[in-house]
């Protein structure tokens, strides 16, 4: 909760955004070495082998969403949004 709270202070999120900051904490801790587990990730003792962490990415910076539909070639296809989480089955923001 601590780190859910840290999130939500660092990125002055609103109060209705907690739920991400707790999925987000939860997820980075899964992923991340821990000293309790001898320099092993939560990721590693499950599933055997080292995780790959290129895909993170600092939380609050810029991200682009893509607009679904037809779009006209004219208009922009994405709109600029806030990095707050990441998917929990793909490897997604």
Known sequence: ?????????????????????????TYIKNWTLL??????SLFEIYCGNRPNLSHLQVLGSCAFMLKQGTNPKIYNWSFECVLIGYSPNLKAY
Do not use: F, H, Q, Y
Request: hydrophobic share 40%.
């Open 35 to 40: 000293r309790s587990t001898k320099g092993k």
């Open 1 to 25: 909760m601590d780190r859910a709270r840290a999130i939500c202070a660092d990125l002055n999120l609103a109060p209705s955004l907690w739920g991400e900051c707790v999925l987000t904490s």
